[in-house]
């Protein structure tokens, strides 16, 4: 059973940076792809940034140019860094793991709270 364990959340002023770690407890080799996702009161669970497993990244709209999602394979561990930060941005943000082949198994981490406020 894989787990994922996310960290690096808090609360941060408009306009800061924060960074996000995923600590995965097998090889990162070993998934589809890995990614954040994030969820605000009242809203859905939406898609922020995804690594695949050959390197290619993929960002909502609502981040390029200030998110960057990165992996190190040999901590096993996958970073989103936040910059120019904004109240909007503020959720609960998830790490998330595909692995194998239809049927998939997505494993999900238990989520952190960024909170973006003055």
């Known amino acids: 059973q894989v787990q994922l364990v996310e960290s690096g959340g808090g609360l941060v002023q408009p306009g800061g940076s924060l960074r996000l770690s995923c600590a995965a407890s097998?090889?990162?080799?070993?998934?589809?792809?890995m990614g954040w996702y994030r969820q605000a009161p009242g809203k859905q669970r939406e898609a922020v940034a995804i690594?695949?497993?050959?390197?290619?990244?993929n960002y909502a709209d609502s981040v390029k140019g200030r998110f960057t999602i990165s992996n190190d394979v040999a901590k096993n561990t996958v970073y989103l860094q936040m910059n120019s930060l904004k109240p909007e941005d503020t959720a609960v943000y998830y790490c998330?793991?595909?692995?194998?082949?239809?049927?998939?198994?997505?494993?999900w981490g238990q989520g952190t709270q960024v909170t973006v406020s003055s």
């Open positions: 998330k793991a595909r692995q194998g082949a239809i049927p998939y198994s997505d494993y």
């Open positions: 690594i695949f497993s050959g390197g290619l990244t």
């Open positions: 097998g090889s990162i080799f070993s998934f589809n792809f």
